[in-house]
């Protein structure tokens, strides 16, 4: 029996891993486990991903919790290397870019176990943002990469990566998306919310670059208040922008603007997949309102995923309140793009691999 460790940290981790996970449970010389670093750890941040994903309680905890980069990554390596010790696993399978898949990667590498990294290649060539780093370390040193769109198999290349070690296998996130879209359509969050369908813009921000000083905060401010105007806004608010709002004593108060703690995978995309529109900077949300073919408006400088600007929803804008109110008096009126689904985005992405990871294994 192979063992398979996969490791998730943060958020946008649990819904690459969920699907992953079942279609590894499928195979039966594979043994799949999964380890939580608990990079996140409030429930609305953590456990609620678990249930909604119809995932089980992870098989090994880290509790590590937040703190600096160099506290977290350091306190993550510590706690996984002691697991991999123990459990020996065959192979560590990381996703995505966060402290927790740079951590468990060096780990897993330095004992010499194989690393597989999920959503490889992807770059923003912006490296301030820590998550350029953490994939640029991670693809240095896995053993093969599953890419999700082009520009993923072209920067590995460039890199120097042997194209057998390669494999365009699409994207798992659009997996989890297909599967609990019903589901999803069950919620009651805008019953609760007074919310109708296509009348409420949705709004997530959380990156450093936007709401970690007190202008780019205050900015924001301005810019949902003018756009409150014209329509609702719903904004679930991510701890890192809740605690910077506090400590700022910053509040954003206007009778059509919704503020919501993080919301759930299935309350999310219920509010997403019911919206005229996003304005986010968060990396996966421009991919699943690509998909959803709804207008993307992300508040950031450059991505990741450029796919979702050349064949999807997705713009990029600055932070410049004319140029994003302008942009999104045009999602208001039905002015917007339509996009078309990036290749191999199908629901089928874990299937394949899944066959993959057997394949290595049994070599
Ligand atoms: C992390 C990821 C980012 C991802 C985001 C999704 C890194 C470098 N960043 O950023 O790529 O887009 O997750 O959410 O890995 N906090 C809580 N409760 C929680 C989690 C965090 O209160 O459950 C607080 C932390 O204490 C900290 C802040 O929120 O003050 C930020 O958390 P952190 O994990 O450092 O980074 P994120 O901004 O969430």
Redo the contacts with the bound molecule.
Sequence with gaps: MYKVLSVV????NFMKVGPIHRALSTKENIESIICHTG????EK??KVFFEDLEMPKPHIYLGVG?GS?AE?TGKVMIEFEKEVIKLKPDLVLVVG????TLACSIVAKKLHIPVVHVEAGLRSFDREM??EL?RLVTDSISDFFFVTEDSGEKHLLHDGVDPAKIHFTGNVMIDSLVHFKEKASQSKVLEENGLTPKEYLLVTL?R?SNVDSIESLTTLAEILNAVAGKIKIVFPI???TL?NLKKNNLSIENENIILLEAQGYLDFLQLMQNSKGLLTD??GIQEETTFLNIPCLTLRDNTERPVTIDLGTNILLPLDKELILENLEKVINDDWKQGQIPRLWDGKAAERMAGIIEDYLSK
């Design positions: 940290g943060a958020r946008p990079q996140h750890y409030d941040m953590s937040g980069h977290q870019d966060v402290n927790s820590p998550e953490n959380h450093p991510h701890p890192r605690n968060s990396g």
